[in-house]
């Protein structure tokens, strides 16, 4: 018996490497093209070099199991615990198996990094003191906006699909209360008429996970919403004047253009329903926007970023200003 167990350990110290090297390079081929092709979005302009291409592109490992990661989805309310904003309960109806369930009815893994950010990033913005307004688009279930309501934003959570707007009030109304300004509407990226009427410049837009297989046919029409979003905050002030519009610190440390909104995007490499080169379309449609892709460096500081290794944060600039 103790020969047998001798051999034993004796094989798998002998193999045992080998098996995690191969397994580390299949993960870094599944991985590969994707990186590549970011990389290549990236680096086209000649202001995003390598270091930041690479910074962007570490995605820390490759061993990760959607399923066990999803496990979550199949609970009916989840709970978040945030540093400055408290505890905020969601609840959620979302069945993998039925494809005709809906997205829109689960909390996927960019919007709670974004809900971490916008908590984190709460006290910098001031949100209440500078009378800040967030539109979340694709909102889901909430949460980004609930978060930003409870750190002082007036907010408008945007939601396309009729079906899961119940339940994206509910979860407005379950963790707000009267001193909170926030509000949830139907919204057609495809045709957003009224959003002029909505009586508030945009300071903040935020959107998270948005890039999959049934929102392919309208990123075009998307990007035109971001650019229409941006110029209605440019001809807002029409009395005050544009100096009269709040700046907000962005990612690097600087400071947001009196003329745009600060502009943040979840996004999660997910594979299952498109390939690499249809994912690649949505940020080269970024770039021939005249939008630039900046990664957001706390993110990494972020709870639970290290539970999400294909999960990122990125600040979306305009390259040229609006006239």
Known sequence: RCS????????????????LQRWARVGRVKLGPLRGGLRQVLTDDKDLGDTRGEKLLDWRGSSYSWKRKHSTFSMPCRTFDFENCGTVKITQQQNLEDSDSGTGRSIWEASELMAEYLDLQAKAWDAKRQNLTCVELGAGLGLPSIVAARNGFRVLATEGDRAVLPMLRGNIRENTNSEHEVRAEVLDWVDPSGIETW???????????????????????F????????AQRWSFPKDSGRDALPTMLRTDGSWTPRCDPLVLFGYTQRRRDLSAAEEMEFFAMLRGAGMELLPVDKWQDLPSSADRPLTQLFELRWTKELR
Do not use: M, Y
């Open 223 to 230: 990007l035109r919403l971001l650019g229409a979003l941006r």
């Open 4 to 19: 047998v167990v001798l051999l034993l350990f004796q094989a798998v110290s002998a193999f045992g490497p080998l098996v």
């Open 199 to 221: 009586g508030d410049r945009v300071d903040l837009i935020v959107f998270s996970d948005v890039v999959f297989k049934e929102t392919q046919p309208v990123w075009p029409a």
